[in-house]
C-alpha cells in the first residue's frame, strides 16, 4: 500500500484555501485557544525548517478530538 505525504504534496494554494476554509478558521481558531504556546513552538520549529519538532510540538493538540473530527472534514 502506498503511503500518502501530505507535506510534499500540500501546495501554498492549498494552505490559503484550507486557511480562507469555513473548517479551516475553526480549526485554526481551536489551535490558537487550546495550545497557544504549542502553536508557537510548532511555527517557530517549521520557519527553521524543523519538522520533526514542529510535529511534536502539536502532538497533543493533535490528539483532542474536536481538532480530529476538524482535521477529518477538512481531508475529505
Not at 2 to 19: C, I, L, T
Not at 41 to 63: F, I, P, V
Request: aromatic share 4%; no cysteine.
Amino acid at each position: 500500500m502506498e503511503q500518502h505525504n501530505p507535506s510534499q504534496e500540500f501546495s501554498m494554494e492549498q494552505a490559503m484555501a484550507f486557511a480562507a476554509s469555513p473548517a479551516g478558521k475553526q480549526l485554526i481558531a481551536m489551535l490558537q485557544h487550546k495550545g497557544g504556546t504549542e502553536l508557537t513552538k510548532a511555527q517557530t520549529y517549521a520557519a527553521s525548517g524543523n519538522m520533526d519538532q514542529a510535529k511534536e510540538a502539536l502532538s497533543g493538540l493533535l490528539a483532542d478530538p474536536q481538532i480530529q473530527q476538524l482535521l477529518r472534514q477538512l481531508g475529505g
